[in-house]
């Protein structure tokens, strides 16, 4: 059973950087596809960003792209997503998927495994 914790979250002020950390246990994470999604509380999860198996493609939603950069190290089991110049409004919970399908999808439909979440705010 692959399982996913999520770490690296906390409160940054407008234009600082987090790398938010995606470490699987129970299964390799070579063959699986890893996406980031956010939510805000009343609001629906947000797809983010995604990495195709091994590294293969990856994928930004418009709102992040030049900003944030997905990375993996399958030897560690373990997915970053580095987040540069935050901006107020990428305050969100942040949670990491993994989904069986080789590609890179941002949608959740795609994902079975779901860690638990950080919490990323961005304020002064």
């Known amino acids: 059973q692959l399982q996913l914790v999520e770490s690296g979250g906390g409160l940054v002020q407008p234009g600082g950087s987090l790398r938010l950390s995606c470490a699987a246990s129970?299964?390799?994470?070579?063959?699986?596809?890893i996406g980031w999604f956010r939510q805000v509380p009343g609001k629906e999860r947000e797809g983010v960003s995604c990495?195709?198996?091994?590294?293969?493609?990856?994928g930004y939603a418009d709102s992040v792209k030049g900003r944030f950069t997905i990375s993996r190290d399958d030897a560690k089991k373990t997915v970053y997503l580095q987040m540069n110049s935050l901006k107020p409004e990428d305050t969100a919970v942040y949670y990491c998927?993994?989904?069986?399908?080789?590609?890179?999808?941002?949608?959740?439909?795609?994902?079975?495994?779901w860690g638990q979440g950080t919490q990323v705010t961005v304020s002064f």
């Open positions: 129970g299964v390799t994470l070579d063959y699986y596809a």
């Open positions: 990495t195709g198996s091994r590294g293969r493609s990856t």
């Open positions: 998927a993994a989904g069986g399908s080789s590609d890179c999808v941002i949608s959740s439909a795609a994902y079975d495994y």
